[in-house]
């Protein structure tokens, strides 16, 4: 049994610091993950459909077809958003990293003759120039990001869209903080579960560090002796800070609402939604 390993990983980690394998792009996480994502009964990966219909109405109002033609979905998933995108006239790309859920997207798409192009990547590495009339990052990927990785992301969006174009982006904010609970627990499980197949036990650590940032740590302990860990991150923001960093970014904000169905925002609000423009 590795102990060391296992003790290694008990040391608290260092802000944003990753694991070894991202944890969307594990084999069996991302087969359950998908199942995540198309589970009507919660809204763990993904929005439920109702909300993800009435969204894309909403954005069908605010950056319509005539003027937004061409957009890009980062971090699409299964494609919930881009298909119904795609149906409404907007012509659409979408990126994921996760290729169990480009290859659902795919099948849904080839399906019902939906024009996507689906493209397996991280957006991180993606890099194109004056593209696309709109870019979507929605569900509060943002968040997940360390700051760097957020500044990178800015840059890539902005290097792709046209001028004029614009981003709508979510977050969730500093009241959706207030549920987090600091806490460790640890559970046996006698068969396959989220995390795992067969008999195994999973060591769980949410952790509120400063400045708004959280950690929701697994460690995964198997039967075949190996051990797993996997650090999940998460910034969450005021109104002031996910602008000051849009603006950094040279994007000027047009509007926020508390969502991206288009609610009014308010201090209660548990995520912010903001639309911005490519400056410059
Ligand atoms: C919370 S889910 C949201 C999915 C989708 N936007 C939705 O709301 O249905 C985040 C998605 O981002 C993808 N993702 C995370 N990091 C990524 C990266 N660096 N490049 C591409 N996709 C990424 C994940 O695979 C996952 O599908």
Redesign the pocket.
Known sequence: MPVKQIIHYFNEPKQYEKSER?F??DPYI?KQ?LKA?LDQTNDG???KLSV?DRSVDWLNEVVPTVDFKKVI??????G??AERLAKKGYEVTA????KN?IDYARSVANEQDLAIDYRC????S?KEQDQYDLA??????YG??SSE?RKL?LKNIHASLKKGGKLVLDVFSLQKLTDFQSENSWKLYESDSFWSTGKHAVISRNKRYDHGITLEQTILLKEDDTVENFNIWHQYFDLHKIISELEGASFEITAYYADVCGNEYTEQSETICVIVEKKG
């Open positions: 991202e969307w792009l991302s993950l994502h990966a993904s929005r993800i979905d980062l971090g699409c998933g299964p919930l958003y990126i994921d990293f996760s859920s990547e991280s957006y991180l993606w979507l990052l929605i569900y509060c990927d997940a990001l990785d992301l």
